[in-house]
T-cell receptor, first 114, second 114 residues
């Protein structure tokens, strides 16, 4: 029974490139959440998705960032035209129901923009 | 606007003694509080939680106390063990988001010395 799987674990992108981060939720979980942790800070909520629906994207930057959770396949967090300030650890979590206390986090993707 | 604050970036204790980690919040709509533990290069793992209808919750060596009037919660670990060395995050959720979004503090690095 695999946990939340995120890949890649490490991603290096040059400024201006696109970054795609993938998250496969735990089996039986249909709610996915993305959080970002900047250096020396706590985790910040970005977006909450259910299959084929974005439920809450109030934490997403207005430009360059998008997220999806298609009917089949993993959830994708996409960052276009990356800048140095996007360098961070991006964590995905999943839950069976829409409650924060049901979260299971993945190990994260460390994005470095050079 | 930091709604959840952990004012101590680090804490060092001796093995066998008590560790007390503190957390303050400002949003009176928060009604569920959680503590997560995080090792380097891993995602946060759930430790213990408390609902706002309670003032104490205990699970083995871990006890969380909630003081609603002071908007303060604390995590007690006793006895502390070297394996407890990690970053501890407190998090809160509220009814306005149906509990689906967690607001995290900045974290406290706990070091337990043998």
């Amino acid at each position: 029974n695999a946990g939340v799987m995120q890949n890649p674990r490490h991603l290096v992108r040059r400024r201006g490139q696109e970054a795609r981060l993938r998250c496969s939720p735990m089996k039986g979980h249909s709610h996915v959440y993305w959080y970002r942790q900047l250096p020396e800070e706590g985790l910040k909520f970005m977006v909450y998705l259910q299959k084929e629906n974005i439920i809450d994207e109030s934490g997403m930057p207005k430009e360059r960032f998008s997220a999806e959770f298609p009917k089949e396949g993993p959830s994708i967090l996409r960052i276009q035209q990356v800048v140095r300030g996007d360098s961070a650890a991006y964590f995905c979590a999943s839950s069976r129901a829409a409650y924060g206390y049901g979260y299971t986090f993945g190990s994260g993707t460390r994005l470095t923009v050079v | 606007d930091q709604q959840v604050k952990q004012n101590s970036p680090s804490l060092s204790v001796q093995e066998g003694r008590i560790s007390i980690l503190n957390c303050d919040y400002t949003n009176s709509m928060f009604d569920y509080f959680l503590w997560y533990k995080k090792y380097p290069a891993e995602g946060p793992t759930f430790l213990i939680s408390i609902s706002s209808i309670k003032d104490k919750n205990e699970d083995g060596r871990f006890t969380v106390f909630l003081n609603k009037s002071a908007k303060h919660l604390s995590l007690h670990i006793v006895p502390s063990q070297p394996g407890d060395s990690a970053v501890y995050f407190c998090a809160a959720s509220g009814q306005e988001t149906s509990g689906s979004r967690l607001t995290f503090g900045e974290g406290t690095q706990l070091t337990v010395n043998p």
